[in-house]
């Protein structure tokens, strides 16, 4: 009898520990299918699931769809990189005429040159043939000779040459399509669209609008002698690494234990311009420590919109340029500044871009761990932290004007 019970009771129990977890299964499969099917009702190119009029307190940030639809990336391209004003380079490597460098933003292949008068030019790298890239890389060159079938133009864009073309009729003005170009500091800029002017004071004005003074009272400008460039090729969205950068330092004492020690991280404050913001944090204190100090009494972070950051710390500024390369690809090229007074001291300039590459490489982790996130079904949005992540919000309202235009 006793053993009947007992099998009974083991039989009773089994069946209820079954029973939850059968429950337990049904209940993650139907969270599973509602999450799915929330993503999939809102895997389709829409802003208007942001709105910029509710208060960061209240705001939900962007849908993940703003991070992973490839019809999404189209719209970007269309209404913000090739209608805003955008960094290519540095002033740098077009120091004497016929240097010239290639880029690529979005599907715009393009050259920038010096041509022989000493102008700044740029234009479409494209061959008016038959579409062949004409320049590869950077150099220096007399004129762009096309590799395919050896049409030659100018530094300052006319067809100087085409090969075999006996019998052509209706072919004049046949030149390289120019693309706008200006010089702000030690920077050069690109903007697609014709109609633009490239007078410095209007490109200052629609670029950096009432920060330009004070970048320019904060270090940012071509005094400084130009060391090296790093280039880093991230799996995630372009705006993952924007709002990584745009947090108010709110992850460093998490993800950067290195450079939390030399901040004051209570000090941090934001400054919110019309397209820009500024992020400021005071030095550690160097007592204890060698003489070797890269961030200095305080480190200036300002983010252009789009896509554009300038660090400026102790004797160092370095630039942070993020290239979407795709839905869920981007690359962030680094350009590193140094005062003249230290750039030829190789010690101090190696241990402080191993201390910079070591951040770099917390925050690709970091880019590509949210990446993945951002497309689980678990994550539709998320929230601002607001006392702290007020950029962020303001990077995602200008976002969202620009593609509404």
Known sequence: MATAMSMSTTTATATTAKTTSLMSVSLRRSWSLKAF????ASSRCSTSEFDPKIPIEKAPTPPFSWYSLPSFHSLELDRIFYKTWQVVGCSEEIKDPGDYFTGRVGSVEFVVCRDDNGKVRAFHNVCRHHASLLAYGSGKKSCFVCPYHGWTYGLDGPLLKATRITGIQNFNEFGLIPIQVAIWGPFVLLNMEQKVTSDVDDVANEWLGSASEVLNTNGVDSSLSYICRREYTIECNWKV???????GGYHVPYAHKGLANGLKLDSYSTTIFEKVSIQICEGGSMEGKDDYDRLGSKAFYAFIYPNFM???????????LVLPLG???CQVVFDYFLEPSLKDDK???NRSLQDSERVQMEDVALCEGVQRGLESPAYCFGRYAPKVENAMHHFHCLLHSSLNE
């Open 347 to 349: 010690d101090f300039i």
């Open 37 to 40: 099917s929330v993503k999939a």
């Open 310 to 320: 300038i660090n400026r710390y102790g004797p160092w500024m370095d630039t942070n």
């Open 327 to 329: 839905p869920k690809k």
């Open 241 to 247: 690494f924007c709002d990584n950068y745009l947090d």
